[in-house]
């Protein structure tokens, strides 16, 4: 069995004369990554490897995230504005030696990514947390592995 968790980047802000690329996180999203971070640590929540976009608001969320679980943050450009292949191109090339992978991205790639792969319908909000259950020993074989949705959380709601 593996894991794959997917999060949305926190709450971001628009600077003037920002590029999408290099919009840094709200005060807001910093205290939701924050909180929804602990949150999930504090619930057993494993992990074993982080991958993030590249961009700002994503790998500042993988960091705050860090900070709770203290592991590799490593980044994947086909996270940032994904396509559901993107997503799949992603979990291809992790280690099968990784049980436990959150990845963090952005919308609408990572609501689409998440619908394909579950029956429950629902839209990320910012900071949003989905865990699914992959029945598959390598991830080779994620594309025809049974899903399970575990949980999604929202920064709101916990």
């Known amino acids: 069995m593996k894991k794959l968790i997917l999060v949305r980047h926190a709450k971001s802000d628009w600077p003037e004369e920002t590029e999408d690329f290099d919009r840094p996180l709200a005060d ?3 205290e939701d990554a924050m909180n929804m971070s602990r949150f999930l640590k504090n619930n057993n929540i494993s992990i074993d490897h982080f991958v993030s ?15 709770a679980y203290q592991l590799n943050c490593a980044t994947d450009e086909k996270l940032y504005n ?7 191109s992603v979990i291809y090339d992790l280690d099968d030696n990784l049980n436990s992978v959150a990845f963090f991205s952005h919308n609408n790639g990572i609501s689409n990514f998440a619908n394909s792969i579950s029956e429950d319908i629902f839209h990320f909000p910012t900071c949003g947390v989905a865990g699914f259950e992959v029945d598959c020993d390598s991830w080779s074989e994620f594309d ?6 575990l949980f999604f959380y929202e920064p709101g709601k916990i």
């Open 28 to 30: 807001k999203g910093l």
């Open 53 to 67: 976009s590249p961009a700002v608001r994503a790998l500042n969320t993988c960091k705050i995230f860090n900070q």
């Open 82 to 88: 994904p396509s559901e292949r993107s997503f799949e």
């Open 144 to 149: 025809g592995a049974k899903k399970k949705l």
